[in-house]
């Protein structure tokens, strides 16, 4: 499985762009990208999912460069309700079975 | 209209006891999971199940046991509970293992279950 690397925290303030860089060097050719959010005293929920280039949903957009060894979240015009942990997750396709690998997260700290 | 629920949402025990932990998903998924999230919040997969099948079952201590009497329900029964069991244990649902392009299916938690072991 892909290992991750993010940062371990992030300070931003309220309307901001908000961009969590996460790296995976060794990510395989079928592995897919997914980001998950964790608000404290509550269950990871899913954000985001990609494979390559750019994905854009209702909450965030992901930005995977052609090597794939990265991939960025960005939130537009956060707000103190986006106060979590982001977590970059690799892999658990066919070859994993599925299996979800959570690593550190980056703790996001937006304030007024 | 909770989709994924745990009971209880508290456990507070001694060592040595014997536990069980409910989760219930009505979202009509096919796999379950269970999590275990240490003070130091790795999130941690133990246990998964897809149509009462076990499918992934990592390097969890035999004093776990995981029960799936149905789709809808998978329990975690724990046994002779060590003071490093304490932790928060999220149960986890998903369509079905994996999706049909290849990449992990969406995996919806439960709100968890905060277990301390004094």
């Known amino acids: 499985l892909a290992k991750t690397t993010q940062p371990i925290s992030m300070d931003s303030y309220e309307g901001q762009e908000v961009n969590i860089t996460c790296s995976h060097n060794?990510?395989?050719?079928?592995?897919?990208i997914t980001w998950y959010q964790q608000f404290p005293s509550q269950g990871p929920r899913f954000i985001i999912q990609g494979y390559k280039t750019k994905v854009t949903n209702e909450v965030a957009s992901l930005f995977i460069p052609a090597d794939r060894k990265s991939s960025t979240l960005s939130l537009p015009r956060v707000s103190l309700s986006d106060t979590a942990v982001y977590y970059c997750?690799?892999?658990?396709?066919?070859?994993?079975?599925?299996?979800?690998?959570f690593g550190q997260g980056t703790e996001l700290s937006v304030k007024p | 209209d909770t989709a994924v629920s745990q009971t209880p949402k508290y456990l507070v025990t001694q060592m040595g006891n014997d536990k069980s932990i409910k989760c219930e998903q009505n979202l009509g998924h096919d796999t379950m999971y269970w999590y275990k999230q240490d003070s130091k919040k790795f999130l941690k997969i133990m246990f998964s199940?897809?149509?009462?099948?076990?499918?992934i079952n990592e390097t969890v201590p035999n004093r776990f046991s995981p029960k799936s009497p149905d789709k809808a329900h998978l329990n975690l029964h724990i046994n002779s509970l060590e003071l490093g069991d304490s932790a928060v244990y999220f149960c986890?649902?998903?369509?079905?293992?994996?999706?049909?392009?290849?990449?992990?299916?969406?995996?919806?938690f439960g709100p968890g279950t905060r277990l301390l072991v004094l």
């Open positions: 997750l690799v892999g658990g396709g066919y070859n994993q079975g599925g299996k979800l690998i």
């Open positions: 986890a649902s998903s369509q079905d293992a994996i999706r049909a392009s290849g990449g992990q299916e969406t995996q919806y």
């Open positions: 060794n990510i395989a050719t079928n592995d897919y």
């Open positions: 199940y897809n149509n009462k099948e076990l499918i």
